[in-house]
């Protein structure tokens, strides 16, 4: 997996979560009180999709069971476009760095 901000990802049916921390061998989280969940949801919803933040370090998604593969699609580049994102605004304001 090429996102290093994501430790896991794991779900059950159509839902599914994911975790970001800081050190993946590790599974530390990103310190320093930084809710990365909010910040990856918001980068979510400036390009139209909703995603849950569901912990400072996890954000859940549940969508609709009638989804297409085109739609799925979709949703997992909106995903890893928020999550880069994120990962590149965590190292400008120093919360983070990579550790691959």
């Known amino acids: 997996m090429d ?3 994501v430790g896991d990802v794991r779900g059950s049916h159509f839902m599914a979560g994911i975790e ?3 050190d993946r061998k590790t ?3 990103v310190g320093g009180g930084v809710d990365v969940g909010r910040w990856v949801w918001e980068r979510c919803l400036e390009r139209g999709l ?9 954000n859940s998604l549940s969508p609709p069971l009638v989804l297409s593969r085109n739609q799925i699609d979709e949703v997992v580049a909106i995903l890893r476009a928020a999550i880069r994102e994120t990962m590149d605004d965590l190292v400008r304001a120093g919360h983070w760095s990579p550790k691959g």
């Not at 909703?50 to 996890?58: M, S």
């Open 3 to 5: 996102l290093e901000l």
């Open 20 to 22: 970001y921390v800081a």
């Open 27 to 29: 599974k530390e989280p």
């Open 50 to 58: 909703i995603v849950r933040p569901v912990a400072p370090q996890v």
